[in-house]
């Protein structure tokens, strides 16, 4: 096998998970495990998880990007997508990073629910730090927001040329069937803090509702970057989301431990 | 069960896509699924995945994959235009599933920009023997015209709104949403000589356009009014679906987008076996 700085493969039970490794120059002194968010926000954050990897793994940084059962090339539908199964792939991606990077302390990285997986799979997964963008701490609210998104979808005149029936835009959140049990799931959903160390990327919007200060309260801190992500516009759904200074946060972060 | 496989591939090893072979699928067409606009390769609310798992399952090789700088592929480097390392890319694609599945002749689909580029390349390379177009080259004709502007002229209430904004000093317009896909014009007549290039080398060509490029397309007889006479050749299929968006975002659409395909490949191009009917 030749050794590609970025290598796409399948791994996992059933090789159902696919994973890309970008494996540093020499050595990795770091790994990193990047947990996507899930639905339209791992597709729009896909180019930027690749920013973010490449510039970790040209500071001698592992890094593992993956896909959750049911998600992006991974196997399975969408509508099979089960949080305690991500929580379960984020552990089997981090004993995965462990194997190929030849480290054990395995820093997790994550956006919206990727950055609340990685919370939630930080015991199992033994994660060093947990850095999570603008994580979801309150399923609630999170699942109000995409029935209300789902809601203004059927009837968005920039889509479509008449509104959609409710059956149409039914069981679905932008653009993804959704299973009656992730829909619980979400709902119950209530992150709570971690045991290790945790730093959480603040760019949602000044009114916006959820704080941070339970997760952060032991061991973490919140750092604020700008400009606020536009994560719940309906109009920039399909635009991707690009972020120079979360790159530079998450680096100088890594930075600090070298 | 089938096993997708992840490949790094290309002149460069630039290129990155999964590849599904299903059992028994040697020699039979290959269906290769390009970038629709910047989305990396599992396509708009991942619309290629659940196109080319389907066509896996019906006995088909797939291969969908990221183009030079899209996704998560890299440049190849060489000075090539963007049109050569398109043609380039899928000519690297062609052999990767050649390799893995004996592939001979290839069906490339795309949206959009991805519609676009799968034409740049059917128009020039005898290995491809059909192409599904979704939402590609369109252009306003006057029917487009009389069909978008007559019932606006007609309609009173539009016009007491025109006269009421004129009347205030117009104001700021409603935003509209931000443009994600387009596709670059090219010349007409070209276009139709491309199609009638493709249809006479014995391609065959499907055509879907959906309600989400209404601001050049709106009719099923637009396919007519755009390409002429080439539109009614036995090997040319059309399907507008006026009540879709462009990038297929309610599962149904999507849904019924991919079991369109399928029925098209099924007809068009037969699993030899026919295991999977």
């Known amino acids: ?130 850095i999570a963008w603008d994580p979801v701490v309150n399923g609630d609210d999170y699942v109000a927001a995409l029935d209300t998104m789902q809601a203004a979808l059927r009837e968005d005149a920039d889509r479509f040329n008449v509104p959609r029936s409710h059956a149409d835009v039914a069981e679905q959140w932008l653009g993804f069937d959704i299973g009656e049990s992730l829909r619980k799931q979400l709902m119950g959903l209530r992150v709570a803090p971690p045991n290790v160390p945790t730093l959480v990327l603040d760019s949602l919007p000044a009114d916006a509702t959820p704080r941070w200060e339970h997760l952060v309260s032991r061991r973490g801190k919140v750092a604020a970057i700008s400009p606020p992500t536009p994560w719940n516009d309906l109009r920039r759904l399909e635009a991707a989301i690009l972020s120079h200074p979360l790159i530079q946060a998450v680096s100088g972060r890594l930075t600090e431990d070298a | 069960m089938m096993r997708e496989e992840a490949f790094r591939f290309g002149r460069a090893r630039h290129l990155v896509g999964i590849a599904g072979v299903p059992e028994g699928s040697a020699g039979e067409t ?75 002749n290839f069906v490339l689909v795309g949206l959009c920009s991805g519609a676009q580029n799968a034409h740049t ?100 007889r637009q396919f007519r009014e755009c390409f002429g006479k080439v539109m009614d050749h036995p090997a040319v299929t059309t399907s507008y679906r006026a009540e879709t968006d462009h990038t297929y975002i309610l599962t149904g659409d999507r849904a019924r987008l991919v079991d369109g395909i399928g029925g098209w490949l099924a007809r068009n191009f037969p699993p030899a076996t026919g295991r999977h009917a």
Request: aromatic fraction near 8%; charged fraction near 20%.
């Open chain 1, 1 to 130: 096998m030749r050794n590609d700085p970025e290598l796409p493969f399948f791994f996992g039970a059933d090789n159902g998970l696919f994973g890309m490794y970008h494996a540093p120059a020499s050595s990795p002194r770091r790994a990193v495990l990047m947990c996507p968010p899930l639905g339209q926000e791992l597709i729009r954050t896909h180019r930027l998880y690749r920013q973010l990897a490449q510039a970790l793994a040209a500071q001698g940084v592992a890094v593992l990007r993956f896909d959750y059962h049911g998600t992006g090339d991974s196997a399975g539908n969408s509508a099979e997508v089960d949080w305690n199964r991500c929580i379960g792939d984020a552990v089997t991606a981090a004993g995965e990073l462990r194997s190929r990077a030849g480290l054990d302390r395995v820093v997790a990285f994550g956006a919206r629910l990727g950055g609340s997986i990685a919370l939630g799979a930080a015991d199992r997964a033994r994660f060093a730090e947990v």
């Open chain 2, 30 to 104: 290959g269906v290769i699924v390009l970038n629709a606009g910047l989305v990396h390769r599992i396509g708009p609310f991942r619309l290629h995945v659940e196109l080319t798992r389907q066509l896996n399952a019906a006995g088909y090789p797939t291969l969908r994959f990221d183009l030079s700088t899209l996704g998560d592929s890299g440049a190849s480097g060489g000075g090539l235009t963007r049109t050569q390392q398109v043609c380039a890319d899928v000519d690297d694609a062609m052999k990767l599933l050649a390799e893995r599945a004996g592939c001979k």
């Open chain 2, 121 to 220: 390349v059917a128009a020039s390379d005898p290995r491809v023997s059909g192409a599904v177009f979704l939402d590609g080259y369109a252009y306003r004709t006057l029917g487009y015209k009389l069909r978008h502007y007559l019932p606006r002229a007609l309609d009173p209430a539009r016009w007491a709104r025109f006269l009421r904004h004129r009347a205030g000093g117009g104001g700021t317009d409603k935003p509209a949403s931000e443009p994600v896909f387009a596709v670059a014009p090219a010349p007409r007549e070209e276009v139709i000589a491309d199609f009638t290039g493709m249809v006479g080398r014995g391609m065959k060509l499907y055509l879907v356009y959906s309600g989400g490029i209404s601001y050049c397309f709106n009719h099923a």
